[in-house]
């Protein structure tokens, strides 16, 4: 058998994935369709092919429509040869999903929250992550791994170094997680999760430039660039919601003084109701027309207005998409948004910017947290059938 170099590996392993993402995308598809699309030629497709079959990663069906000729067989990307999960960690909730391999949610677990310490929310989340595993159906890869988005900055390790939020530290719980399951954790933003959850599987499937503003009882910004999720340096990028918006302001979580999310948060919206309110009983009370708490969501409207226009004016995005606990106010929302949007910020990039609220509801970060794992496992899975 002659010496594969190398290099020989690489092509190989490129080669495959973009087989096997040709698949993902276009299925149905036939072994010809993938030759004349990537350029390969037809001998290294079938030779790819098969040993994606005999991975179960991918199956044929039926013979479809022939253009002359035999009808061909046409490949489909088996999504249900593993399964991911995806835990979004709030303040005040955590979100725990269990996903296929192309993002349909079978199952999920939600936990209302008050201690936020780390032991607390670490029992829970085990407890989730079994309950979840428990439900899988049986398959040939099983769970390939558990994505988990947190409101704080995550670096590029996957360590919490501050979620002010939570109260956390210097949080390492990727180790803790992968020797508890023995599998791949990936620890990432709850924002940025979320904006690459709507890139995916939401509103912002069709454009290249997204901004997602996650608003619960902080806030927090996911980037899309280009099509790609903008980290930064380190993998903090997104902080937004403590930019300054108000010198000396009212006192944030993070230590410093009138940020965004002090103004515009779910958090300052239940300060100012200043009663024993929750966000779902002020919706109660905004549709019997209480006037009180309808003046209190204009407010916190306006606020979210100002930021948003900051961020329209620095990143000229085709989308702005607002998500998390508060997009369930929309109705009474969305109107000083759009007005304060209308009245701060430059026309020229008011003009094909859209705004929309999620229409992934509660699910984009454990969405965008689970098609990491399901990224990385498919990445990891082709490398490890040709490593020599």
């Given amino acids: 058998m002659p010496f594969i170099t190398w290099n020989q590996q690489v092509v190989k392993k490129n080669n495959k994935l973009l087989v096997l993402q040709m698949i993902i995308d276009k299925e149905p598809i036939s072994r010809a369709d993938i030759a004349q699309v990537t350029g ?5 497709v079938s030779s790819l092919v098969n040993e994606l079959l005999e991975e179960e990663l991918i199956f044929e069906s039926g013979p479809g429509e022939s253009s002359g000729g035999r009808r061909p ?15 979004d960690i709030g303040v005040n909730y955590i979100l725990g999903i269990l996903t296929d391999l192309k993002g349909e ?6 936990q209302f929250i008050q201690d936020t ?5 670490m029992e829970l989340v085990q407890k989730m992550i079994n309950s979840l595993i428990d439900g899988m159906p049986e398959c040939r890869y099983g769970a390939v791994g558990i994505g988990i988005g947190v409101p704080g900055i995550v670096d590029k390790e996957g360590i919490t170094l501050l979620a002010p939020n939570l109260g956390w530290k210097n949080i390492n719980f990727k180790s803790e997680l992968e020797n508890e399951f023995q599998l791949p954790v990936i620890i990432e933003n709850e924002a940025n999760a979320g904006a690459y959850g709507e890139k995916r599987f939401g509103a912002g499937q069709s454009v290249q430039n997204i901004v997602y503003v996650s608003a619960g009882i902080g806030i927090g910004v996911g980037i899309i660039l280009n099509g790609e999720l903008y980290q930064g340096k380190n993998g903090f990028s997104g902080e937004m ?11 944030c979580s993070c230590g410093s003084r009138g940020c965004w999310e002090a103004y515009a948060s779910e958090h300052a919206l239940l300060k100012m109701a200043d009663k024993d309110e929750t966000l779902e009983s002020l919706i109660d009370l905004a549709e019997e027309h209480d006037q009180n708490v309808l003046s209190l969501i204009e407010e916190i409207g306006s606020y979210l207005g100002y930021g948003i226009s900051n961020i329209i004016n620095t990143f000229n995005p085709d989308q702005v998409i607002i998500g998390n606990r508060l ?21 020229f990039h008011q003009k094909e910017t859209e705004l929309h609220f999620s229409k992934l509801t509660k699910y984009p970060t454990a969405l965008g947290v689970s098609a990491f794992v399901v990224e990385n496992f498919i990445n990891g899975e082709v490398r490890q059938e040709i490593v020599l």
């Fill in 40 to 44: 390969l030629n037809k001998a290294t």
């Fill in 73 to 87: 067989v046409l490949l489909h990307f088996n999504k249900v040869a593993g399964f991911a999960i995806g835990i």
């Fill in 105 to 110: 949610i079978l199952f999920e677990q939600n």
């Fill in 117 to 121: 310490s780390y032991p607390t929310v």
């Fill in 241 to 251: 919601g403590h930019m300054i918006i108000k010198v000396d302001g009212k006192q």
């Fill in 327 to 347: 997009a369930k106010a929309k109705n009474w929302l969305e109107q000083p948004i759009r007005k304060t949007i209308e009245a701060h910020t430059l026309p």
